[in-house]
């Protein structure tokens, strides 16, 4: 009956022996979230990607500041209008030891193109925008030809990873790659096992092009719970982890045992008011739903900006980590405003303001948020409800999770019609990423009228319209010269900001904390990536 | 006793097919997963391709046939996120979950089933009042709080257990778990234990009961005045009659912490299916969600079989059949 037999033991010990005994170094990184796809191609979700970034590149790769430096392409430039021409890295190797071409990257958009069945969210509309054609020259140069003048045609290739004619072709998407049979990449790391929920681990690749990676392996540990993370990366199960909880940063700050690595992010988070004539969550003081909806006054929505302590938000709730802005991209990305400064705290402007609109009275307001997407959002829309009410705009808050929320910021209701879409909330906090690095995308997005044919004010979800602004970002989205395209996107972002377009409160601030000993390049774009930490002394 | 566990099998059939279509339409008018996965650069015609490649773009009425469909056929769908068939993702972290609760029910045994006996036996001492509000403790506190405080104490203060995930497993029998393994079993501890508090409490307090009842029984007189051992009295006669509420009650709480462990194992990072399932939540990986659940409705209905059959045989006036003994 009994199956414990001395020698089974001292064999399974055996097992586990070599991991700990070789002087290898090893980087585990605990996670906030699991990484559930390896196929670079087969969502959008930043867990999967920060791990396939280590195992596959792209023909542009984005520097900390998320700014565009050759990857895969050692260079790029505009040869007319609409034709752009990638001269490729010679001499890359894919870990199998073939080599890369351009090839290649005709198959990867192809693959794109044709489509992923069953892919939740391939990044193949990056190469919709713009009507993207591609062209293989010769075996290091590839032409991408646009359908007019398109100025951020290496920004979105950015964001498609190149995979392996020679392995990719013909393998079951997701599945095949989660196996390793088909994660193989150019990157400087090898894929080298999935154990789902428990760890993904790589290890060094010797051949990389771009240099010497400081460590031999690097593991991925999942830990939802941010208070089991800490304590993991305390009793030193994980060198580093993202996203420590923002309580803790004071004390760790403090800590001799630990470093705290802290940026900027590309997360702006901001109150999006809704425009509808009637808003349905805006009433009177008697109860009574008003007409018209006072936040298509101006000043009413700038009453409501100078109504909120930015300050106090950072300090007292974001543990010192959070940006107050007023711009929408942060400072270093292409169509930063300089002097675009957050507004001061100051309600007695505000309730001057309100006045002087005719709602010196104040209204009832209900607020919606999400309560598990951005850092501490729950308690931002709690402390925003108050300073509202403070000027007498009776605030109520109503958060919920986040796989509930965004259906209802950005559809309205279930039946509403693709295209039709009726976003629902009068007032609700959420964020922008301007993951690009540049403002393009964030002004056409955010600020451009809603129109679900062009694409543009996709992410408008409280519906604002401004013809200066939109006649400014269709002309940003086709002007290629830089300079020009920055100015005009700079007049953009003041017109929409000094109308209050939206409300902001400030740029997420990503922390990550690690043990004393390891030195972290944080990122804007909250990856986390092992090229990035190395050991000092 | 065929006659019955046909009736049982048929029962069955009617629960799964009522909570299929519950968990299906239940599931799909909460939120809408495209929005999860799709990234804020997607405009209108990249939404609409995701609602087609996901499958959404039918009627619910549709997906639902073609989800029972494929289910009679053992396919309960691919994860959203993963593309891999949920039924796979499933037994793949299953034996993770089944392993921490087999380790709870064994310690809540081990360790209830002796206080509550000492509990029961001398329910004055201040031993016994001792274990009572130990138990009380047991229940009322709220699980994550004693796994973080666990961690807290046990591997960031004494730094004697590591603080997260699962240990390395072996290989015996065709089985891989860690309990063949010290590092796997080192890891399991603190888990497991967190997760039997409960379990524990309960099987003290109705042991306790148990004993405060069985040992005024007339029986247990008689055993008592024939000279039969203490010992003998205790482990044999009063052991056997208390012994049935507790089956009863673990057989349906075992369930429950395969189905839910969701808390611990995500305090814990344990990879078991309570985490998959709060991560598919998370992101309304639905076919996912509803696999799951479907798989949770047949544990159960099988778990109850097991115990009413368990009844028959530790209590010979149970008899399955129905008819009078």
């Excluded at chain 1, 001269?87 to 990257?105: I, N």
């Excluded at chain 1, 192809?110 to 489509?115: E, F, I």
């Excluded at chain 2, 130990?134 to 603080?163: D, H, K, N, R």
């Excluded at chain 2, 497993?169 to 997760?195: C, K, N, Q, R, Y």
């Amino acid at each position: 009956m009994t199956v414990w037999k001395p020698g089974l033991f001292a064999a399974a010990l055996a097992m586990a022996a070599p991991l700990a005994a070789t002087a290898q170094e090893v980087l585990t990184i605990g996670v906030r979230s699991e990484a559930s796809s390896l196929d670079p191609h087969w969502t959008q979700l930043s867990a999967d990607l920060q791990v396939q970034e280590h195992i596959f590149e792209k023909l542009v790769a984005l520097d900390s500041a998320s700014q565009p430096i050759p990857g895969l392409a050692v260079s790029w430039e505009p040869l007319d209008e609409t034709t752009w021409e990638f001269k490729l890295r010679e001499g890359v190797k894919w870990h199998d030891g073939e080599d890369f071409t351009a090839d290649d990257v005709v198959f990867s958009f192809d693959r794109l193109r044709a489509g992923i069945s069953g892919a939740p969210a391939s990044p193949a509309f990056q190469l919709e925008k713009g009507r993207k054609m591609w062209e293989k020259i010769d075996d290091y140069t590839v032409h991408i030809t646009t359908d007019g003048p398109y100025p951020t045609v290496a920004e979105d290739l950015a964001m498609l990873p190149i995979v392996a004619e020679h392995v990719a072709s013909g393998v079951t998407a997701s599945v095949d790659f989660n196996s390793g049979q088909a994660a193989i990449g150019t990157g400087p790391f090898l894929f080298e096992e999935y154990s789902p929920g428990s760890s993904i681990s790589v290890v060094k690749n010797p051949n990389w092009w771009g240099g010497d990676v400081h460590w031999d392996q690097v593991v991925f540990r999942p830990i939802t719970q941010d208070a089991s993370r800490l304590a993991a990366l305390r009793n030193g199960d994980v060198d580093l982890i993202d996203y420590p909880p923002t309580i803790d940063l004071p004390q760790l700050r403090e800590d001799p045992d630990f470093t705290v690595s802290t940026i900027a992010a590309d997360r702006l988070i901001y109150m999006q008011p809704g425009y509808k004539h009637v808003e349905p969550f805006i009433t009177d003081k008697d109860g009574n739903v008003m007409v018209p909806n006072p936040l298509r006054d101006w000043r009413v929505r700038k009453a409501l900006s100078l109504a909120i302590n930015r300050e106090a938000i950072r300090d007292r709730i974001m543990g010192g980590a959070s940006l107050p802005a007023k711009n929408i991209v942060p400072p270093g990305f292409f169509g930063y405003v300089d002097g675009l400064e957050a507004d001061p705290y100051d309600p007695e402007g505000a309730q001057a303001l309100l006045a002087e609109a005719g709602y010196g009275d104040g209204f009832n307001i209900t607020i919606h948020g999400p309560n598990d997407r951005y850092i501490n959002d729950a308690r931002i829309l709690e402390a925003v409800a108050q300073m509202w009410s403070r000027v007498g705009i009776i605030t109520e808050v109503d958060a919920m999770p986040r796989n509930i929320f965004f259906s209802r910021l950005i559809r309205g209701d279930e039946l509403s019609m693709p295209g039709f879409d009726v976003p629902e909330f009068s007032m609700a906090m959420t964020g922008w990423g301007t993951v690009a690095g540049e403002a393009t995308y964030t002004v056409s997005g955010t600020l451009e009228t809603y129109n679900a044919a062009t694409g543009g004010g996709n992410g408008n979800f409280g519906r604002y319209s401004n013809a200066e602004v939109d006649a400014r970002s269709v002309l940003a989205k086709r002007t290629i010269d830089p300079e020009a395209r920055l100015a005009i996107l700079q007049e953009a972002i003041t017109i929409g900001m000094e109308d209050y377009a939206y409300i902001p409160i400030h740029f997420q601030v990503n922390n990550w904390a690690m043990k004393a000993g390891l030195e972290h390049q944080p990122r804007t774009n909250e990856r986390t990536l092992a090229m990035e930490v190395k050991r000092v002394e | 006793m065929t006659e019955f566990i046909l009736k049982r099998v048929l029962q069955a059939l009617l629960v799964l097919i009522v909570m299929t279509m519950l968990v299906f339409f239940g599931v799909n008018v909460v939120g809408n997963p495209v929005y999860i996965f799709a990234s804020s650069e997607c405009d209108q015609a990249c939404l609409n391709k995701i609602i087609v490649d996901l499958g959404l773009d039918r009627p619910i009425w549709e997906q639902y046939l073609t989800f029972v469909g494929n289910m009679l056929q053992g396919d309960l769908g691919n994860s959203f996120t993963h593309g891999v068939p949920a039924l796979h993702l499933i037994f793949e972290r299953l034996p993770a979950t089944l392993e921490l609760a087999f380790a709870a029910l064994v310690i809540a045994l081990v360790v209830g089933l002796p206080l509550g006996m000492v509990a029961g036996l001398r329910p004055e001492a201040w031993y016994s009042k001792g274990i009572m509000g130990f138990s009380m403790i047991g229940f009322s506190l709220p699980v994550f709080w004693i796994g973080l405080i666990m961690i807290l104490v046990f591997s960031v203060q004494l730094g004697w257990m590591p603080a997260i995930g699962r240990g390395d497993t072996a290989v015996v029998l065709g089985i891989e778990s860690s309990f063949f393994t010290l590092d796997g079993l080192h890891h399991l501890l603190m888990p497991a234990f967190t997760l039997s508090l409960i379990m524990m409490a309960m099987v003290i307090r109705l042991t306790r009961a148990g004993m405060r009842e069985v040992l005024f029984a007339d029986y247990i007189k008689f055993a008592r005045a024939n000279g039969i051992r203490e010992r003998r009295i205790l482990s044999v006669h009063v052991m056997k009659n208390i012994l049935i509420p507790i089956v009863t009650v673990l057989g349906m709480e075992f369930g429950g912490v395969i189905a839910f462990a969701v808390v611990v194992e995500s305090i814990f990072s344990w990879p078991g299916v309570g985490k998959m399932l709060i991560d598919a939540i998370g992101v309304l990986d639905r076919p996912l969600i509803v696999a799951y659940l479907v798989f949770v409705v047949f544990m159960f209905v099988i778990l109850n079989l097991a115990v009413d059959i368990l009844y028959s045989v530790l209590d010979p006036r149970v008899r399955l059949d129905g008819r009078p003994s």
